[in-house]
């Protein structure tokens, strides 16, 4: 198919989708709004669609693990639903006599959602409820390795569409292994854009032209301190760093631990299935070929990582991740970015607050503004870390993968897609979630004046200064 082919069907495509949320706005309600969010969650949380959508995932991905993909599957979808159970995405959401202003949400439109090969099935199904809860039609672009997933993904919600009475075309997505100049079409045609994924999409998206939610890389740091509980952060650490295989953006990719603790938090890594590595060339050398990770390394089981870094019978049999020391910082330095596997950095700092500059080099070196965590029973230390690392998340006494992305023991929504700020170039920071896909119409009427005098506001700058 030649180019202008290509182009034509990612038209064609966001033609009928458009049309689709047409209709749908022009005949919509809240119970219609909330049934479309309802088949799309029910058709990936289904038990043997979830397992089907995990295994189909790992086997053309080659990334993560089925088990771990089932529960990634099932409760960023769970605490979607619990997120947007009671949101108001239609009608009057806001009416204030005092201010004389009555809100009505209102659809973007079409969605163009940009989604990656780590996520296949659990990030394309969370921008499509979010969508749909709020009016929209949505189409998915995937990338090449997560087209298979993608496609029983909007086959599974198209038959609980048909069962609901609800039009297939709000979900679709662009067919075929896709292509540079397809998303690039879809970037520009759509109302706004979602990306996930490569900071190369990211870069395009907001150049596109089109209003685009996009977030920023990953490396998370984490600092363990002379005050944590030192066998729960450990456990923790074990628990996010081996998640899916560490394909999450959130998963720790560097500990920072203070001096008067090291030996003993070591310890507890080994405890918990963590190998350490003093010599950091026997890890770089098989992580890295040509410049890039080593696919066989990467997002893949512990035995499988272990044997392709050549280091089979050097490291117990029951090893859960490699925790590999390092001092170095930056480009140089490859251990200090992040790894996508099951490879964990271990910096030590003589205090608290050398621990503080040596995160926020690494975060200055890659994942600035998306980040951090530490495990500390000082309460007054996160406080430290929210003024002097550029972040905008700093994840307390927590597993980092299980609570960067919405927990249902922490407050944050349940997202798949971290906005970093302008730290990490990006127009949001927060959590990418249900507000961000709806938009409001103001109405706006007259009230009593409320003129102020100026002086209400100058006096102390006049007494002081004059005017």
């Not at 397992?51 to 099932?74: C, F, S």
Request: glycine share 8%; hydrophobic share 40%; aromatic share 6%.
């Amino acid at each position: 198919m030649n180019a202008p082919d290509d182009l034509a069907e990612v038209d064609a495509i966001v033609a009928r989708a458009r049309a689709a949320q047409a209709r749908f706005e022009a005949d919509g309600s809240q119970a219609l709004y909330d049934r479309a969010a309802q088949a799309a969650g029910w058709a990936i949380m289904e038990p043997a669609r979830n397992r089907h959508l995990a295994e189909l995932a790992v086997e053309t991905t080659g990334l993560g693990n089925v088990p771990d993909k089932i529960t990634k599957n099932h409760r960023k979808t769970l605490g979607l639903m619990r997120d947007i159970a009671t949101a108001k995405t239609f009608g009057v959401i806001r009416d204030d006599p005092a201010t004389g202003i009555t809100e009505i949400a209102r659809p973007i439109g079409v969605i163009g959602a940009v989604v990656p090969s780590t996520n296949p099935g659990a990030t394309p199904a969370n921008n499509i409820i979010n969508a749909v809860k709020c009016g929209n039609a949505i189409v998915v672009s995937p990338s090449p390795k997560g087209v298979p997933t993608c496609e029983a993904l909007l086959g599974y919600i198209h038959a609980e569409f048909d069962k609901a009475g609800i039009d297939r075309d709000l979900v679709q997505m662009i067919p075929g292994r896709g292509s540079k100049n397809k998303t690039q079409r879809l970037l520009e045609t759509a109302d706004l854009i979602v990306v996930t994924g490569s900071q190369n999409n990211v870069r395009r998206a907001y150049t596109s032209g089109t209003p685009a939610l996009a977030v920023g890389a990953g490396n998370v740091t984490v600092i363990v301190d002379e005050t944590a509980d030192l066998a729960a952060a450990a456990d923790k650490i074990r628990a996010s760093k081996t998640f899916d295989n560490a394909t999450s953006c959130s998963s720790e990719n560097s500990v920072v631990v203070v001096d008067a603790i090291y030996d003993a938090f070591v310890a507890e890594m080994a405890r918990t299935g963590g190998a350490l590595i003093k010599d950091e060339s026997k890890v770089t050398c098989k992580l890295w070929v040509k410049g890039h990770l080593n696919p066989h390394a990467i997002a893949r089981d512990a035995d499988q990582m272990i044997d392709a870094l050549g280091l089979s019978g050097e490291v117990p049999e029951d090893t859960e991740y490699l925790a590999v020391e390092s001092t170095g910082i930056g480009p140089d330095h490859p251990l200090s970015g992040e790894k996508l596997s099951r490879v964990l950095t271990v910096y030590r700092a003589s205090d608290f607050d050398a621990a503080v500059q040596t995160a926020r080099a690494i975060q200055l070196h890659q994942g600035v503004g998306h980040s951090v965590g530490i495990h500390t029973a000082d309460p007054e230390r996160p406080l430290t870390l929210a003024t002097a690392i550029p972040t905008s998340r700093i994840i307390v006494n927590q597993a980092h993968t299980f609570a960067t992305g919405g927990s249902f023991t922490n407050g944050m929504p349940f997202s798949l897609s971290m906005g970093c700020g302008s730290w990490g170039g990006n127009s949001i920071d927060t959590n990418v979630h249900w507000r961000h896909f709806m938009q409001t119409t103001k109405i706006v009427r007259e009230i009593p004046g409320h003129e102020p005098d100026p002086s209400a506001f100058f006096a102390d700058y006049w007494a002081a200064y004059g005017k």
